[in-house]
């Protein structure tokens, strides 16, 4: 009957141990007889064969040696089967590896095209990345997937035509070897763009910051010109209304005073309330409110205070009409001047005298300050319309001071002049359209 291989191959053990055991026993034999002495084969009939004597099995079955002769043949064509079958298997493993070499590119020796790749409507290639991180990283992560998927086809393929045990074990160290090298390289060449792409981000955002900051500062310009445009006619043709004696309707100028030695203040003002017009205007800084404040309160007269030191000035403006005011101040001896409608109506000294003016503070029109930009006091409020707010850091002559009043001259101050987009008002003040100078000289 036919035979497996590995039957025969059981067979063939079988016989070679039996041989084996009867070497070794003629040896053990010979080594105990005594020397000079031999062997003598004597036939035995049937019957005395006993169990250790096997005897060809009866019905045609093939002698001992026929028998051992046909599993020698068989082994042979089992041999050569086994042959042809590992001739097939290296085929493969060369077919494999020459697979596996071509894709192991990322170190930019392999083939070209090997890596190209169609994206949207041009190609790119490990050599010619694209500029935007973005799209190398999601190539990047397709290629990984891609040969991620050959290289399971690759196992597949492996299982399906050879034994991966069956596979020389260099073979496999190798094998295993390229492919972590080839996805430890991706993934450097992945964290590498990451930390472009971020790099990148940072720098564009910072830029986009700056470029929105720029346009921010512009756009706020423009509204500040717009609206002056659309207002007055000019930036320093308005007037600042305050109607009503509250302690919330105030304006307040922007800029703030640098510090001082003398100073000259001018302003046109209109005004009808009583007992007092208020505050026309007050300086406070830290530890001093009333570093600067021109006031008229109750049924005292107008009075400039100067680091909470007291003059009284000679001053008439509580009639309902426009008047030019202009007070001057300088640290030497604390000397003033007071002037209305262009004329010099009082002088003085010893006001503060060798005090300068502290710089940093806060500057509000219509109200007097308690603390630095605050606690008004309702009953110290100024009731009419101011315009040309003016502050100069020097003591004006009297020729200047009598042209300004007189129209024949306009000079802004050069500490704080008197533009729209430098006085905002609060509380339900209000910017108005101011008669020209030769109207409000008209109404004297």
Known sequence: SPRSPAGMLSVVAGLLLAVAAGGRGSAAAEQ??????????????????????PVPMQGGALPPEEELRATVLQLRETVLQQKETIGSQREAIRELTGKLSRCEGADGKSAPGTWKKELGKGKDTMGDLPRDPAQVID??????QTLKDRLESLEHQLRANVSYAALPNDLREMLQRRLGDL??????KVAE????????????????QKTETALNALLE??????KGNSAFKSPDEFKVSLPLRTNYLYGKIKKTLPELYAFTVCLWLRSSASPGIGTPFSYAVPGQANEIVLIEWGNNPIELLINDKVAQLPLFISDGKWHHICITWTTRDGMWEAFQDGEKLGTGENLAPWHPIKPGGVLILGQE???VGGRFDATQAFVGEMSQFNIWDRVLKAEDITNIANCSTNMPGNIIPWVDNNVDVFGGATKWP???CEERLLDL
Do not use: Y
């Open 32 to 53: 105990d007889s005594p020397p000079g002495s031999r062997f003598v084969c004597t036939s035995l009939p049937l019957e005395a064969a006993g169990a250790g004597c």
């Open 434 to 436: 101011v008669e020209t």
């Open 183 to 188: 996805e430890r390289q991706l993934l450097s």
């Open 139 to 144: 190539q990047l992560s397709r290629t990984m």
């Open 221 to 226: 310009r423009v509204s500040e010109l717009e």
């Open 369 to 371: 300050q308690d603390t």
């Open 193 to 208: 763009l990451e930390d472009e792409k971020s790099l990148l981000h940072n720098e564009t955002s910072a830029h986009r």
